[in-house]
C-alpha cells in the first residue's frame, strides 16, 4: 500500500450544526458541504485544511455505528481516512499481512468515494479508512 495522503480525520459530533458553528466562528474554516449517507445512517459535513480534510459526523439512527460509538467514548476522532489508489488490491495486500478487514470489498462513502473500513484491533487502536476517488 502507498497512501497518497491523509484524505480525513472523521469526527463524530452529537450535532452536526453546533460542530459546524463551532469549526466557522473559532477556527475560520468554512463547511463546504453537506450529505447525509443514508446507508451508513449518518450525515455529514467537509472543511479543508490545506490538502486534508475534516469531516464530522452525526448519526441520523441510534443504530448507526457513530451513535453507537459516541454513546461509547463520546464526542471526537472518530477514524483516520488514507486515499489510496486501487482499493480493492490495496484491501487483499492488507488482509495477505494479517490486517482484519471491516469491509472486504469496497463500497460506497461521502463524496462520490469508494471506501473501505480496517479494524482498530489490526491497527493500532485506529480505525482506518481507506478511500479511492473514481473518475
Not at 449518518?42 to 486534508?52: D, L, N, S, Y
Not at 479494524?119 to 478511500?131: A, D, I, M, N
Request: charged share 30%.
Amino acid at each position: 500500500m502507498n497512501p497518497t495522503h491523509i484524505e480525513h480525520i472523521g469526527i463524530a459530533v452529537k450535532n452536526l450544526a453546533e460542530a459546524i458553528k463551532y469549526y466557522e466562528e473559532v477556527l475560520g474554516l468554512k463547511c463546504y458541504a453537506i450529505e447525509e449517507v443514508a446507508d451508513q445512517k449518518v450525515k455529514t459535513a467537509f472543511f479543508k485544511v490545506g490538502q486534508t480534510k475534516i469531516e464530522l459526523l452525526e448519526a441520523t439512527s441510534e443504530e448507526s455505528t457513530i451513535a453507537k460509538f459516541i454513546e461509547k467514548k463520546g464526542e471526537g476522532i472518530h477514524h483516520m481516512a488514507f486515499a489510496v489508489n486501487g482499493l480493492e488490491g490495496v484491501l487483499e495486500e492488507v488482509e495477505s499481512k494479517g490486517v482484519r478487514l471491516i469491509d472486504k470489498a469496497p463500497r460506497k462513502g461521502a463524496e462520490g468515494l469508494d471506501i473501505a473500513f480496517l479494524h482498530p484491533k489490526s491497527t493500532g487502536g485506529v480505525l482506518t479508512e481507506l478511500c479511492e476517488h473514481k473518475d
